[in-house]
């Protein structure tokens, strides 16, 4: 089974701190993806990658980088946390076929206060 | 605008019913279409998934119907358990050389026993 890591789990940040989101996978997949989801909205995506060293902008990239260092690992950076960064992020991969799947991380939870 | 929108955050359905998700899109160039399943503090998984050559797929109790003219699409569950209880995501793509789904808010089903 495919499989997505996401670390941490849970964080806590105040405004204006730097705050790091791991990823790692373990498919070998070449593409990557950093999704956020909130309360009325569905999964949105704010960053990707097609392999290492490649990071692009999604829907919502402001306020967000990206770095993907390796086939298997994708942060993503709040530079300057807010509040609006407050939700649920999901970090996913695949094999960068439209018709497969995407295998998702069990996500993180980030609190900005 | 929303390129993916499903109209009811949630469905209550008696066991052993048939539950019908729907879902709606925008755009006409998405070619693909999935159904994800996520359970609470959990991560969404791929439950099926359908080509637009196609305007139905059956997997066991579920069955995608695939509408392009009216861009629309459903997932019925037949013989529905309480083991279905999870929100239900629609997401949709098209071959633009990654996969970038939208995907739609969910609809939160229950399912009474």
């Known amino acids: 089974e495919a499989a997505v890591t996401q670390s941490p789990r849970n964080k806590v940040a105040v405004t204006g701190g730097k705050v790091t989101l791991s990823c790692n996978q373990t498919?070998?997949?070449?593409?990557m993806y950093w999704y956020r989801q909130d309360t009325g909205h569905g999964l949105r995506l704010i960053h990707y990658?097609?392999?290492?060293?490649?990071?692009e902008k999604g829907d919502i990239p402001d306020g967000y980088k990206a770095s993907r260092p390796s086939q298997e690992n994708f942060s993503l950076i709040l530079e300057l946390a807010t509040p609006s960064q407050t939700s649920v992020y999901f970090c996913?991969?695949?094999?960068?076929?439209?018709?497969?799947?995407?295998?998702f991380g069990h996500g993180t939870k980030l609190s900005v206060l | 605008g929303q390129q993916v929108k499903q109209s009811s955050p949630s469905l209550t359905v008696q066991e052993g019913g048939i539950s019908i998700l729907n879902c709606d899109y925008e755009?006409?160039?998405?070619?693909?279409f999935a159904w994800y399943k996520k359970y609470p503090d959990n991560s969404p998984t791929l439950l099926i998934s359908?080509?637009?050559?196609?305007d139905k797929r059956e997997d066991g109790r579920l069955t995608v119907f695939l509408n392009k003219s009216g861009k629309h699409f459903s997932l019925h569950i037949t013989a529905s358990q309480p083991e279905d209880t999870a929100v239900y995501l629609c997401?949709?793509?098209?071959?633009?050389?990654?996969?970038?789904?939208?995907f739609g808010k969910g609809t939160s089903l229950t399912v009474i026993p």
């Open positions: 996913a991969s695949g094999p960068g076929q439209l018709n497969e799947r995407l295998f």
């Open positions: 498919n070998n997949h070449n593409n």
């Open positions: 990658s097609y392999g290492a060293g490649s990071t």
């Open positions: 755009n006409d160039m998405f070619d693909y």
């Open positions: 359908v080509r637009s050559n196609v």
């Open positions: 997401a949709a793509g098209a071959n633009t050389g990654y996969q970038n789904f939208y």
